[in-house]
């Protein structure tokens, strides 16, 4: 009798556990660049690669035409699908040369900021003499830092950032996400 309750109080603890841990997955549904000034900036590439099913990148270059970029500001918002897409949570704008000197001044940019900076060129503060390069960014690599880190319900998001250079909106990039359990 007690080894049958040894073994039903470790079922118990077992099954508790496996139940009460949800484990979230990111995963990239889409990729979408515009560059609002042709004259200042041009997308060479902005895509998302499916490599198998379990694998996707994305993978985004950015052509700076008027060198170097001395005064750059980043509105970035994070929206939730329901009936359209509406704002969640996140709605500012950095000044990206102030933030790069000081990366701990704002968590929430720093956050995000974590997430891109593995697979950039963007680890130096202005002026931005060269391209914008994000090369191969997994859904991996940032899927512990959404769901372990900051929670977030499941449904489907957009990461949306305005690249504002000297006053001026130049491009829009926008990740679309899909949180799952």
């Avoid at 889409?30 to 994305?58: A, G, H, M, P, T």
């Avoid at 933030?99 to 950039?120: G, T």
């Avoid at 960014?137 to 950032?161: A, H, R």
Wanted: with cysteine; proline share 3%; aromatic share 16%.
């Amino acid at each position: 009798m007690a080894i049958k309750l040894h073994f039903f109080v470790a079922f118990l603890m077992f099954t508790a556990y496996y139940l009460a841990e949800v484990y979230s997955l990111v995963e990239f549904t889409n990729v979408q660049c515009e560059s609002l000034d042709k004259d200042f900036c041009i997308f060479e590439k902005c895509l998302l690669k499916s490599v198998n099913r379990s694998y996707k990148y994305l993978s985004v270059s950015v052509k700076l035409l008027q060198l170097p970029v001395t005064k750059a500001k980043v509105h970035f918002s994070l929206q939730k699908r329901l009936n359209g897409y509406i704002p969640f949570l996140y709605n500012m704008t950095i000044d990206a040369c102030r933030f790069l000197k000081s990366p701990n001044s704002n968590q929430v940019a720093l956050f995000f900021y974590n997430c891109f900076k593995e697979h950039s060129n963007i680890n130096h503060t202005c002026p931005f003499d060269h391209d914008i390069v994000v090369d191969k960014l997994s859904y991996d690599s940032i899927n512990n830092k959404v769901t372990k880190m900051l929670p977030f319900p499941e449904g489907k998001y957009m990461f949306e950032m305005h690249w504002i250079a000297y006053d001026i909106s130049r491009a829009i990039t926008k990740f679309f996400i899909s949180l799952t359990s």
